[in-house]
């Protein structure tokens, strides 16, 4: 059952308003919901209208059998991932993961930000994953879905105890993150970078601050992330920059700025990927131009159909992270030729994989039997 939507025209309601350090301003019902709920006006106050509260977030148990999951996707350079978390406190407005919540029941608005859950068991459970015999060792992607050293680490340590099985296992792992956390773990990083175990890419989508505060809130700073490359690549770590999203008319302008200062920062690699906009997230991020950048609204979502053959979403693959057409175009070659300018990307870094070592895992207890042993 739908509930149709309802307003009275004499009483029209107040737009929104997110809440600070939040992204997302709506919480609508996630697609696979047998119902979906609307706008109702009773005459009441609403929540918006002079609610005081302050929304905190929940921390929630995934009990996970597995943490290591596959993908056939052509358009990523890995085949093997681990995501500690479900949903994101960071509250990128951008975060492709969002529509993900819809599998939980959830909102993939303010629930995504606020209703986390996290895998307690995920170190023990990788050890027994690496230990089967017939595990064949590839690197591993941490943290590709949601960022696996957002906030809410700091209190679990979820994503260091990962790290150390890698460490002990000597098995290859990449990442991508924005968070300056990650610097917490220099010592595990630099320990596997010895052996060519590991590869760090910080996501950096625009050295604006006050741009950065709106679409990530709850990020580190541009310059914060700049001085974790910084830190990074001092300790022997190899690091890149992720310009992603790339958003039109609101921070493709900034493409070789980025570059040029993670370059002076130690990145040897750079990359980008267009704003992706799949399921309930083209809803979400429509809202956030309308109450941050409403003269620039139309013209963001008209180049990004020109790019998406004439939607605001392409998931095909070889098309989904770049686009297509001539806007596309010249993002490929502004980052090839500031990438070549500038010296990155000059080597593909292919880790190794010949140093992995399994795991030494405790045997189950075995169940109790009747039968009597015969020694």
Same mark, same amino acid.
């Given at each position: ?109 303010? /629930? ?8 307690? &068991? ?60 990650? &610097? ?23 050295? /604006? ?11 580190? %700073? ?45 990145? $040897? ?17 429509? &809202?956030?131009?309308? %109450? ?47 990438? $070549? ?10 880790? /190794? ?23």
């Amino acid at each position: 059952m739908t509930v149709q939507n309802y307003r009275k025209p004499e009483r029209p309601q107040a737009a929104p308003q997110a809440q600070r350090g939040r992204g997302a301003a709506l919480r609508p019902d996630g697609r696979f919901l047998d119902w979906q709920r609307g706008d109702f006006d009773d005459g009441w106050p609403g929540e918006d209208e002079g609610s005081e509260g302050k929304l905190r977030t929940e921390l929630l148990v995934d009990r996970a059998k597995t943490v290591i999951t596959s993908n056939t996707s052509p358009d990523v350079g890995f085949n093997r991932s681990i995501n500690p978390y479900r949903g994101c406190e960071h509250g990128c407005i951008y975060c492709f993961a969002r529509p993900s919540h819809a599998y939980l029941d959830l909102s993939p608005g303010l /629930d995504f930000e606020t209703k986390l859950f996290w895998k307690p &068991e995920a170190a023990s459970l990788l050890r027994r994953e690496l230990a089967r015999p017939g595990y064949r060792c590839e690197p591993i992607a941490l943290g590709i879905n949601t960022d696996a050293w957002q906030p809410v680490e700091r209190r679990t340590g979820l994503t260091r105890q990962i790290l150390q099985v890698m460490v002990e296992t000597r098995h290859p792992v990449s990442m991508i993150t924005k968070s300056a956390l990650i &610097e917490r773990d220099i010592d595990l990083l630099a320990d596997l970078a010895r052996d060519n175990l590991v590869q760090v890419m910080l996501s950096i989508t625009t050295l /604006d601050d006050d741009l950065a505060r709106r679409l990530e809130p709850r990020a580190a %700073r541009p310059a914060r992330r700049l001085e974790t490359l910084r830190r990074l690549s001092d300790a022997g770590i190899p690091v890149g920059v992720l310009c992603a999203p790339l958003i039109p008319a609101l921070n493709d302008h900034e493409l070789e700025a980025v570059l040029e200062a993670a370059h002076a920062h130690g990145a $040897e690699t750079a990359g980008y990927v267009l704003l992706r906009l799949p399921y309930e997230l083209k809803e979400l991020f429509a &809202e956030w131009l309308q %109450r941050h950048a409403p003269g620039k609204a139309r013209h963001v979502m008209s180049l990004l159909a020109a790019m998406r053959g004439g939607k605001a979403n392409d998931a095909r693959f070889g098309h989904r992270m770049r686009g297509e057409g001539v806007y596309a175009e010249l993002y490929r070659q502004r980052l090839h030729r500031t990438s $070549e300018r500038l010296g990155l990307n000059r080597h593909r870094r292919v880790l /190794d994989s010949g140093l992995f070592r399994p795991p030494a895992v405790d045997a189950p207890p075995k169940a109790p039997s009747p039968q009597m042993d015969l020694f």
